[in-house]
């Protein structure tokens, strides 16, 4: 799950694996499979950047599940 902020300020969490699409215009919009819509705070480049970690992550604990917690900040690839 990734964690975004809705346009009030509000913090949700969203499964990546079933956002279908990204708009930014100028408002960022994911639109999930089911056709559900959620406006968000972060740019459509953070939120693919979350989805990006989110998915390092899972591989990451499928080789060392003792690296159980997420890294932060920048990390060299």
Known sequence: MIVL????D???AINPDLIERIHANPDTTLVMVDGANFIVTE???DVIEKI???RAHVIAL?????AGALPRGPRKL
């Open 5 to 8: 902020t809705r346009l009030n």
């Open 62 to 66: 499928a080789y060392d599940p003792s």
């Open 10 to 12: 509000s913090h949700f």
């Open 43 to 45: 740019s459509m480049d």
């Open 52 to 54: 990006a970690s989110y």
